[in-house]
């Protein structure tokens, strides 16, 4: 039996992971086990009717990445059935964002129909034993996070006011959110876990449940058809691969987008010519950041061929083009290896929420279509069955006999996280945590003005962009989570200190 090193959302998610790798479990299934829990004792912040990307890279295999992602729904309907359903609300959260929720925002979910695909693969343990976490947790209640907690200050009301249970999990009969720490039960979500233990995905996709989440979104304007669920299909993927310094990284390929920002930013600064951050090499960083996003949002969220742009991009990057015009812009990670040599990271989404619970469900729904800063294209956004963009970026690492499994939620800020821990660690030889800790920078192409984001502690350059300095690490920098299995050192793992995490390090005891 392998032992594993995790570093996921919570304690709660690391505990999960322990629980199944004592039983037997894999790199896998550990991962799979610890991002059930996560998706649905994060309420909020991740919900198991949206989306995920899963990849997998076993000693002596080619890796894989699974496309889990949310699809652009409407099966079998007419187009003036389309485009209806969707209510936009306007949060002070992230400095203030507008999002759609309601049934018109939702797409076709994907997370479970990618859970079960990897399972079925690549698990060793039991399909009841990666749910029996979540199911008991969801049963006996869980503690209401900080993070969550912070970000339902926003949208308690205008978002996950919307559905009578939702509501009731999270508030008092007063109508006040309960605080950060407090026990968490959603009605009828224990009983739909454990029904979906029992019967696989296809109670989701095709049986009873598919009906009752098609029917509550049709019945509110929405697109959501079963024909959308009963069709829907997890696919399996050849991920982007890159040298970054002695390492080779496997990464989400498109038509996800986060994959290729992270690979083309770490190409960029390959050739830093110091090991260490200095004014010249955060001018660097800054510079691969400000180029990789404006490609983004000028051709990759647009682009009717996502894989080509993002090839475009990559090779900019590798052959030095990239940075030519710059020298005169919701989600829950777990990452797990094993003392096999396998690593699984896995990045799970539901945008901001739709703050819809169909009845007798205990499930929220995503609001995907709906989060109008990564989906350009708005609520039709593209052929049915097409899958929406992310920046989602779940990678495994492999250098001489040593594996790396990392990725970090934070929206677009999961790429530029990602970009500065992998420097941090496979160029500057950095120890796993304080190459999370270390301090980050971002840049900021959310706004009309493109902007610097920074936390304290660095030399940062001269630059014409207006500068932020947070007077702290903060949740906005992204919450990188990495687990490590080294041939002569064994296993490590390590989770980002701007964000409540857990890890765990299970090893079997001798026989």
Known sequence: ?????????????????????AGGGNAVDCALAAALLA????????????????????????????????????AGLADEERGHGAVRVSMEYGGGIETLVGTGSISVPGSLAAVEYAWKKYG????????????RATREGFPLSTACRYYLDYSGDCIFGRS???????????????????????????????????????????????ATLSDHCRDGGGMLTREDLSSYRAIERQPLLANIGEWRIASNPAPAVGGAMLIAMLLACSDLQEKRWTRETLQQLIDAQRACLDIRKRKLDLASNVGEEATRLIESARNGQLLSRWTSAAT???????????GCAITASSGYGSGEMPSGTGLWLNNCLGEIELNRRGLDAGPVGSRLPSN?????????????????????????????????????????????????????????KIRL???????????????????????YFGGVG???????????SAADPRREGGTCIYKHPPS
Not at 4 to 21: F, G, K
Not at 182 to 191: A, G, Q, W
Not at 459 to 469: A, G, H, I, K, R
């Open 1 to 21: 039996m392998t032992n594993v090193a995790v570093a996921t959302t919570s304690q709660l998610a690391a505990d999960a992971a322990r629980e199944v790798a």
């Open 39 to 74: 998706m649905n004792t994060e309420p909020g912040v991740c919900a198991l009717a949206g989306g995920a990307f899963i990849t997998i890279w076993r000693q002596g295999s080619e890796p894989v990445t699974i496309d889990g992602n949310v699809a652009v729904p409407g």
């Open 124 to 135: 060793a343990a039991s399909w009841k034993s990666i749910f029996a976490p979540s199911v």
């Open 164 to 210: 009578d249970d939702g509501s009731r999990a999270l508030h008092h009969a007063d109508g006040s959110l309960r605080d950060a720490g407090s026990l968490i039960v959603v009605p009828h979500l224990s009983d739909t876990l454990d029904a979906i233990s029992r019967e696989g995905a296809d109670l989701f996709y095709a049986g009873e449940l598919a």
């Open 332 to 342: 829950v990670h777990t990452s797990v290896v094993d003392s096999s040599g396998t």
């Open 392 to 448: 989602m970026a779940p990678s495994v690492a492999r250098h001489e006999g040593s594996v790396l499994a990392v990725g970090s939620p934070g929206a677009d800020r999961i790429t530029t996280a990602l970009q500065q821990f992998l420097i941090n660690y496979m160029l500057f030889d950095m120890p796993l945590e304080q190459a999370i800790s270390h301090p980050r920078v971002h840049i900021d192409t959310s706004g009309e």
């Open 453 to 475: 984001m920074a936390e304290p502690g660095l030399e940062l350059p001269d630059t014409n962009l207006p500068l932020n300095v947070f007077p702290d690490l903060v949740m």
């Open 482 to 492: 990495a687990a490590v299995f080294e041939t002569t050192t064994g296993l490590a």
